[in-house]
């Protein structure tokens, strides 16, 4: 079993910044694939950021040059620098991990990762 607790994350205003933090534990790969959802009321999670273990990086075009997936692999923490927020930015965010697998191309889908963080709210006003 994994684990991912989440942390980080709360209000800003437009332009602002906001990091949010994942740590994993249990049992945790050298392989994997991270990445970063966020959902609204009423609408699909939806995948903002992905990594995997050999650094390639994928972002969704709402979000290129302004957020920042990392990985710190001696804590096993997962991170999401947001900076130059937007009020559509506000969501609650997750993360995500699937195991022994390195990223596919293309946005993270959501029904690939078996682990998932709590979620973290992130509000950004005008």
């Known amino acids: 079993q994994v684990y991912l607790v989440q942390s980080g994350g709360g209000s800003a205003q437009a332009g602002g910044s906001l990091k949010l933090s994942c740590v994993a534990s249990?049992?945790?790969?050298?392989?994997?694939?991270l990445a970063w959802f966020r959902q609204v009321p009423g609408k699909e999670r939806e995948g903002v950021a992905k990594?995997?273990?050999?650094?390639?990086?994928t972002y969704i075009d709402a979000v290129k040059g302004r957020f920042t997936i990392s990985q710190d692999n001696a804590t096993n923490t997962l991170y999401l620098e947001m900076s130059n927020l937007k009020p559509e930015d506000t969501a609650m965010y997750y993360c995500?991990?699937?195991?022994?697998?390195?990223?596919?191309?293309?946005?993270?889908?959501?029904?690939?990762?078996?682990?998932w963080g709590q979620g973290t709210q992130v509000t950004v006003s005008s």
């Open positions: 995500a991990r699937r195991q022994d697998y390195y990223c596919s191309g293309g946005p993270p889908v959501e029904a690939e990762y078996p682990y």
């Open positions: 249990g049992d945790i790969t050298t392989t994997y694939c």
């Open positions: 990594m995997s273990s050999g650094t390639r990086r």
